[in-house]
């Protein structure tokens, strides 16, 4: 049971829970109202039938004193108006032997189907129920303040229990009826307080599922459930702005701002789908600095890191439109040029980069001129891959720096050897 309900959604249990207690509720109101409601019926039916006694009684002592049977039956046939009336008899005690005898039953009125006694002897003056169907009442006859009879009645009460079970049922089908109508309205209120919830957590299934953290969850009102799609949003705002930090930081050089060999990678790979679809060429350009090492141990990394910014700034400027500048790590950059997207061959990139990107830069303790190293390679999908490629250019370079550096070098098909790459290992 416990498992059920638990597994109900909020709404649900809220609404179960509200049917719960309010059934429960409506049977403990309606047992305390029927039992009192019969206590209080219970209680009447004994005064009415107590005044019926001593009516009779009073008007019988005639009757019952001259032994007239006439009058004493005139007296009882009154009775036959009451359908509750059962068994009613007037006895008159013996002068001789008291009230503890035989006495004489001077009138009485019966049902054949009913086998009552008209007889009280060792039994004290009452009105009581002797059963849960049946009242009985006996009363003393007195004359001249003593006992000279008796009238006794029985009196069917399946009236007062079918007003109680009457009673039950109505209660019982009023109490189902306002149930339905508090559980149909319960639901609908639940309805408009629960949608905004049942909203927000729909989006929080989307933003999982999809991992799309530029969703935002509609505000309906200016409530507490208001204030929670606030937050909510607002953890969405900083989880785009942390996620877009994060993939910068993946795709990015932290140094220079440059895609790092993590997007040179996936940019290179893209260019050789272009040449396969589009039968377009890709080209690389190796660009390695001329004694970078002698100002890192001259002057220091931090002058090594301003000096790879200005470069990076200069690289691409120089590139522009024209290719993808990349730094691979260290003094080590490239450019992609993809024929598919950039206009201008791959050699005169390399040119313009040659060109803008070397000579003099001013630091505030020293002047140093910029010299590089360019190996450039071309190719297409039938010919190369990212890997081949790369190892094309590593070679173009490692022939520029012995023929002089600052300067370009193509990667000859022709004259040049990718074993040349082992040997600049």
Known sequence: MRNWFNNLSLQ????????????????????????????????????????????????????????????????????????????????????????????????KIEYPKYDYKCDIRNSPERIYFPQTQLLRSHQYI??????????????????????????????LGIGTIGAFVAYVATYRLLSMITSPILALKDVVNDVKENRDFSQRALKRYNDEVGELVDGFNQMLSQIETDQSLLEEMAYVDALTELPNRRMFKEQLARSF????????????????????????????????DLLLQRIATR??????????????????????VDSFIHPLPVETVAKNILEHVSGNVEFETFDYRISLSLGVAEGDYLTDNHISIMKKADVAVYHAKESGKGRYRVFDENTDSLDDEAKHA
């Open 315 to 336: 690289l691409q400027d120089a590139t522009g439109s024209n290719g993808v500048a990349c730094r691979l790590g260290g003094d080590e950059f490239t450019v992609i």
């Open 12 to 107: 649900r249990k809220v609404v179960t829970t509200a049917a719960i207690l309010l059934t429960l509720s409506l049977a403990v109101t309606s047992i305390v109202f029927s039992f009192v409601d019969r206590h209080n019926s219970r209680l009447n039916f004994i005064e009415k039938y107590q005044a019926i006694s001593d009516v009779l009684s009073k008007r019988s002592s005639a009757a019952i004193a001259f032994d007239d049977a006439t009058q004493a039956d005139q007296n009882l046939k009154s009775l036959k108006f009451d359908t509750n009336v059962l068994y009613a008899c007037l006895y008159r005690f013996s002068e001789i032997e008291g009230f503890d005898a035989l006495n004489k039953i001077v009138a």
């Open 273 to 304: 789908a272009h040449s396969q679809a589009y039968h377009s060429k890709v080209g690389v350009i190796f660009i390695d600095l001329d004694n970078f090492k002698w100002v890192n141990d001259s002057k220091g990394h931090d002058s090594g």
């Open 142 to 171: 007195y004359q001249d303040d003593q006992i000279r009879g008796a009238l006794i009645l029985y009196v069917d009460v399946s009236e007062l229990n079918q007003r109680f079970w009457s009673i039950i049922f109505s209660i």
